[in-house]
């Protein structure tokens, strides 16, 4: 089992930033890959970012390229999105998820998520 907690969700105006964490407990943090999803009310959940194992090959989704960067640091089973530039559309509950070691775009390729953490965005 993997725990995964997120933080430093809130709420900012647009062009603000944010960085939101993932904290990991349990297995070997560094056998998974990472990834961010997020998900707005009455949507369905979207890829946002991914990161393999070795924090190599990160990949974003198009509407985010560009503003958001994700990061991993194995030492302090930490992953990162650091979001910028950030826009009304970017609202959303974040969730972190762990699941194959080249991280993935897919939400059925990951085994274990976070309880997810609010982004609000006002224009």
């Known amino acids: 089992q993997v725990q995964l907690v997120e933080s430093g969700g809130g709420l900012v105006q647009a062009g603000g930033s944010l960085r939101l964490s993932c904290a990991a407990s349990?297995?070997?943090?560094?056998?998974?890959?990472m990834g961010w999803f997020r998900q707005a009310p009455g949507k369905e959940r979207e890829f946002v970012a991914a990161?393999?194992?070795?924090?190599?090959?990160?990949y974003y989704a198009d509407s985010v390229k560009g503003r958001f960067t994700i990061s991993r640091d194995n030492a302090k089973n930490t992953v990162y999105l650091q979001m910028n530039s950030l826009k009304p559309e970017d609202t959303a509950v974040y969730y972190c998820?762990?699941?194959?070691?080249?991280?993935?775009?897919?939400?059925?390729?990951?085994?274990?998520w976070g309880q997810g953490t609010q982004v609000t965005v006002s224009a």
């Open positions: 990161i393999s194992w070795s924090g190599g090959s990160p």
């Open positions: 349990g297995r070997t943090f560094s056998n998974y890959g």
């Open positions: 998820a762990a699941g194959r070691p080249g991280g993935s775009y897919y939400t059925r390729t990951y085994d274990y």
